[in-house]
């Protein structure tokens, strides 16, 4: 477990090793990596986490989706962006609070529960490229697998447990989601996060397209399990979104897409000094 105070770092020699830096070396892989795509994923990454019962447990216990669903989201991506391509001191500052959020939650330092979370951001991002960029090739594949294992190790997942190859993440992938199980408690998340009432206005503009985006990027069967409906009309509007995403994107500058990594590793250290402040 690691300090409460945010950017202190703890260790369990008996669970993983040390976060590791999450610096990425090669200078195409970076930029790939930094590029902000995968954003458009983030709500499917969510609902996938909690189609986990005791994920979705924790989530409908502890977070407050209902009025600020934005939140989750930018924290994840801010994990994110801080752990794969950020330094050592972004990715202790971002472990630090995911183990103080996790602290009081049932069942968050589970390794399964933590393997299928880190699984869900890796899967998503590829999703997201294919849909939304340009398909991701074997050979980049396998590098943004391997980019992405210090996820896991942040999330206190033994080194040995991360996948190491794309095909031993694919059936790792089908198993799991084989024996996903959408509970009440994923429900009611998704309902605050779908359909936020006190989220704000800006928020609640954007939730169509979101909704849209996130249901249509579902596996069919936990789209299933989840009650959405999924009808020739639904199938024509996500066609549709996903054709309009793909142009807008292809004319936004690389530079730009690449901008929110870090502006959001800024605002957690900015958070993180005014909790050391007080």
């Not at 195409?28 to 986990?52: E, H, K, M, N, Y």
């Not at 590098?143 to 694919?170: E, K, N, Q």
């Not at 704000?200 to 936990?222: I, N, Q």
């Amino acid at each position: 477990m690691t300090s409460s105070r945010p950017g202190g770092a703890g260790h369990d020699r008996h669970r993983a090793s040390r976060p590791s830096t999450g610096r990425v070396q090669d200078r195409d892989l970076r930029r790939f990596l930094a590029d902000s795509t995968p954003v458009a994923a983030g709500g499917r990454a969510i609902l996938l986490q909690i189609a986990d019962p005791v994920v979705g447990a924790g989530v409908r216990r502890h977070s407050d989706f209902a009025r600020r669903p934005q939140q989750r989201l930018a924290h994840t991506l801010m994990f994110v962006y801080a752990v794969v391509i950020g330094t050592d001191a972004d990715a202790a500052v971002a472990t630090s609070f995911v183990h103080r959020a996790h602290r009081t939650v049932t069942g968050a330092d589970e390794v399964d529960r933590q393997l299928w979370v880190a699984a869900t951001l890796f899967d998503s991002a590829r999703r997201a490229h294919e849909l939304f960029g340009d398909p991701v090739d074997a050979v980049r594949a396998e590098a943004v697998l391997r980019a992405y294992a210090p996820i896991g190790t942040a999330l206190r997942v033994p080194v040995g447990r991360w996948p190491d190859s794309v095909d031993a993440f694919d059936r790792y992938w089908a198993d799991t989601l084989d024996r996903l199980e959408v509970t009440d408690d994923a429900r009611g998340v998704v309902r605050d996060l779908l359909h936020p009432r006190f989220a704000p206005v800006w928020v609640r503009a954007a939730m169509p397209l979101v909704r849209v985006v996130t249901v249509g990027m579902l596996p069919d069967a936990v789209r299933e399990q989840y009650g959405f409906a999924w009808g020739p009309r639904e199938q024509r509007r996500f066609r549709l979104t996903v054709r309009r995403v793909r142009r807008v994107r292809s004319l936004v500058p690389g530079w730009l897409l690449r901008l929110p990594g870090p502006l959001l590793l800024r605002a957690m250290h900015r958070t993180a000094a005014r909790h050391i402040r007080t």
